[in-house]
């Protein structure tokens, strides 16, 4: 057998250099729709995928990752950093999360490495910010296999920080979007650019798929795959479905390295520029009247510095001087203004202070403008003003336009355990303001929400609107119908009003009963057994056939009914005897007697089950309060 052909692949990813935007908001995107082509530019997951359509099992392990019994083996360079060992750790989990193969790291010298992961102290490795390297032979008979087992690399440059523009300067996050870029080759993607097998697009950029050669501001500040990336990657390795492989001996799973924040991103954020008395202020008559220029950071990732250059212009009858030395009756607006603003990493607003200057004398209005112009190419910032933003002083009475807000709900009437939406929109108001909020209401407590407050603060967004999500929780006690009152304030005392009250019906929907499987019907074959078994410490699982029958005419999931139950032990809802302890031998023995009925009346329902400790027990006819609470639970 002969050796055909053996070939030795470089895919990279280049150094970030994003296009002069033609104006803020614009993110660099090109569009195919404006460009003259005989290529088809397509956006289907094929133009990623490195041999078209699909990668075979041979091809794959011949010049990919590959999954190893269920498990994608990868090592790391001795020398590589711990903070970037740990940040691939995250870009490793996260691609775990997504196709089925686990990925488990091992020593260089493992045999069943498939890859080395190294980084570089150069800026760039021949121009490029990071590179995946393979090394594969066919021979004659059409077999592929791997060649040089040491040309397996991912290695990262220095250059890969640079992708920080796109994501609100973030060394971390451009780092790792240069790592999503690398470990999508070595999972088997392609630029989209690579016409090689017949497919592809010049145009998509990075917020298309992290492939891209075309970079952009990242919309939504993740630097991980894309949707476009994960419907590549579950095409070439399969959809994670929660079943867990078990790797070689003595290797440890990325899973078991966590835990990880795989949800953090750093958007670039927007900027907003406003005067807090107005577009227009009326000139004193017998004193300074103070007012505020404010800038607004929002909507994004604040943890880097961020710089704006200001313009100026003044009307030629406005007189404007520093706070040392002017004079009044003859100067018009006191303050300093500044020729550049930089925030602070955190700091979401920064104020400029001017001073409307007293006089007497009658005159035509005058007016004071800035222009907000970006500190560097690209735009620090995805979305600003393009206009100058001007303040008109006046003679006349100023009459102040009230602000108004609306308050819209997903639904009136929510029912416990549910997910719902409050729309706030605005008018009148500036984007980036905060606005305070409160949730109230008789019976309302912390406890009616999975996580939230019952207090708060939200900002405004470039659309004059925001969104609460929240998400009730299932208390499993009957107590009616609620009634959640939402409000919004100006201040953070809580003091001054916003709009009108909005109402939002909570439903009693998931008072505790032992239909735990909620088919509407109290079976002792079914929910019996399955209370038992979960009061015994055990839990029903859908891998047996006596668990299917059990769960065959059931409303709810196996973990469903599991954390019904649950809650049901929590709460002391089955603790039929009040003893303090929800017992199978007690509780759960009293429970089966009363659901098969014949047999169980009277004291029959207690004997020998009933704890010593109960309450009932020192009462007359115990087993009749045994009775109704077991009773009220089957409602």
């Not at 090394?135 to 040309?151: C, F, I, M, T």
């Given at each position: 057998m002969s050796k055909l052909s053996s070939q030795f692949e470089i895919c990279a990813c280049p150094i970030c250099t994003i296009s002069p935007l033609s104006s803020w908001g614009a993110l660099g995107s090109n569009n195919s729709?404006?460009?003259?082509?005989?290529?088809?530019?397509?956006?289907n997951k094929a133009i990623l995928i490195s041999s078209g359509e699909s990668i075979s099992p041979d091809q794959l392990a011949a010049k990919w990752l590959f999954s190893n019994n269920g498990v994608i083996y990868?090592?790391?360079?001795?020398?590589?950093?711990?903070?970037?060992?740990?940040?691939?750790?995250?870009?490793l989990a996260s691609a775990?999360?997504?196709?089925?193969?686990?990925?488990?790291?091992?020593?260089?010298?493992?045999?069943?490495?498939?890859?080395?992961?190294?980084?570089?102290?150069?800026?760039s490795i021949d121009g490029a910010a990071g590179i995946y390297t393979?090394?594969?032979?066919?021979?004659?008979?059409?077999?592929?296999?791997?060649?040089?087992?040491?040309?397996?690399?991912?290695?990262l440059a220095e250059g890969a920080y640079n992708k920080s523009i796109s994501f609100a300067d973030s060394r971390e996050a451009g780092w790792k979007n240069v790592a999503f870029h690398e470990l999508g080759h070595a999972l088997g993607l392609e630029h989209p650019h690579?016409?090689?097998?017949?497919?592809?697009?010049?145009?998509?950029?990075?917020?298309?798929?992290?492939?891209?050669?075309?970079?952009?501001?990242?919309?939504?500040?993740?630097?991980?795959?894309?949707?476009?990336?994960?419907?590549?990657?579950?095409?070439?390795?399969?959809?994670?479905?929660?079943?867990?492989?078990?790797?070689?001996?003595?290797?440890?799973?990325?899973?078991?390295?966590?835990?990880?924040?795989?949800?953090?991103?750093?958007?670039?954020?927007?900027?907003?520029?406003?005067?807090?008395?107005?577009?227009?202020?009326?000139?004193?008559?017998?004193?300074?009247?103070?007012?505020?220029?404010?800038?607004?950071?929002?909507?994004?990732?604040?943890?880097?510095?961020?710089s704006v250059n200001l313009d100026w212009k003044f009307s030629e009858n406005l007189k404007w001087y520093t706070p040392e030395g002017y004079t009044r009756g003859f100067h018009d607006v006191v303050f300093n203004p500044p020729s550049q603003l930089t925030f602070s990493p955190d700091q979401s607003s920064i104020t400029i202070n001017l001073w409307i200057v007293d006089d007497t004398i009658q005159e035509a209005d005058e007016w004071l403008e800035v222009k907000a112009e970006p500190a560097r190419t690209p735009d620090y910032f995805i979305n600003a003003p393009t206009n100058p933003i001007r303040l008109t002083i006046t003679e006349q009475e100023v009459i102040e336009e009230a602000a108004i807000i609306t308050i819209t709900s997903s639904a009136s009437s929510i029912d416990e355990g549910s997910n719902f939406s409050l729309t706030v929109k605005t008018v009148n108001m500036a984007p980036g303001k905060i606005i305070y909020y409160s949730l109230s209401g008789i019976g309302i407590t912390e406890?009616?929400?999975?996580?939230?407050?019952?207090?708060?603060?939200?900002?405004?967004?470039?659309?004059?609107?925001?969104?609460?999500?929240?998400?009730?929780?299932?208390?499993?006690?009957?107590?009616?119908?609620?009634?959640?009152?939402?409000?919004?304030f100006s201040n953070n005392t809580r003091t001054l009003q916003l709009g009108?009250?909005?109402?939002?019906?909570?439903?009693?929907?998931?008072?505790?009963?032992?239909?735990?499987?909620?088919?509407?019907?109290?079976?002792?074959?079914?929910?019996?057994?399955?209370?038992?078994?979960?009061?015994?410490?055990?839990?029903?699982?859908?891998?047996?056939?006596?668990?299917?029958?059990?769960?065959?005419?059931?409303?709810k999931t196996s973990r469903e009914i599991h954390e019904f139950i649950e809650s049901g032990i929590k709460l002391k809802m089955l603790d039929i005897d009040q003893d303090?302890?929800?017992?199978?031998?007690?509780?759960?023995?009293?429970?089966?007697?009363?659901?098969?009925?014949?047999?169980?009346?009277?004291?029959?329902?207690?004997?020998?089950?009933?704890?010593?400790?109960?309450?009932?027990?020192?009462?007359?006819?115990?087993?009749?309060?045994?009775?109704?609470?077991?009773?009220?639970?089957?409602?």
């Open positions: 729709n404006s460009v003259t082509s005989s290529k088809i530019q397509s956006n990868v090592a790391f360079n001795s020398g590589l950093d711990p903070i970037l060992r740990q940040w691939w750790y995250e870009v775990d999360a997504l196709i089925e193969p686990e990925f488990a790291v091992v020593e260089a010298s493992h045999p069943a490495a498939q890859m080395i992961i190294n980084q570089v102290p150069d800026t393979s090394s594969s032979v066919q021979w004659s008979d059409g077999r592929l296999e791997r060649a040089d087992l040491n040309s397996y690399k991912i290695v690579d016409w090689n097998d017949a497919d592809g697009n010049d145009f998509i950029d990075t917020n298309g798929t992290v492939m891209s050669y075309v970079s952009a501001i990242d919309e939504d500040g993740s630097p991980g795959f894309t949707s476009l990336d994960r419907d590549a990657l579950i095409s070439i390795h399969g959809e994670e479905t929660g079943k867990k492989s078990v790797p070689l001996p003595d290797v440890q799973l990325i899973n078991n390295l966590g835990p990880y924040d795989l949800a953090k991103t750093w958007k670039t954020p927007s900027l907003e520029v406003h005067f807090n008395s107005g577009k227009l202020i009326q000139e004193p008559k017998t004193e300074l009247k103070k007012t505020e220029l404010i800038f607004t950071r929002f909507d994004g990732y604040l943890g880097n510095k961020a406890a009616d929400f999975l996580s939230a407050k019952l207090y708060g603060e939200a900002t405004i967004g470039a659309d004059g609107s925001f969104i609460l999500n929240q998400s009730l929780s299932n208390d499993f006690l009957k107590e009616g119908a609620e009634q959640l009152e939402f409000r919004c009108d009250t909005y109402n939002v019906k909570i439903n009693d929907s998931s008072a505790f009963t032992i239909d735990v499987d909620s088919n509407a019907i109290v079976n002792v074959e079914t929910d019996g057994a399955m209370l038992m078994r979960k009061l015994f410490g055990t839990f029903i699982t859908a891998d047996s056939f006596d668990d299917k029958i059990l769960l065959s005419k059931s409303k303090g302890t929800s017992s199978a031998l007690s509780d759960g023995v009293m429970i089966m007697r009363r659901l098969f009925t014949v047999g169980s009346e009277g004291s029959a329902l207690t004997n020998s089950a009933i704890s010593s400790n109960s309450p009932f027990n020192t009462v007359p006819l115990a087993y009749s309060g045994i009775e109704r609470a077991i009773d009220i639970l089957k409602l």
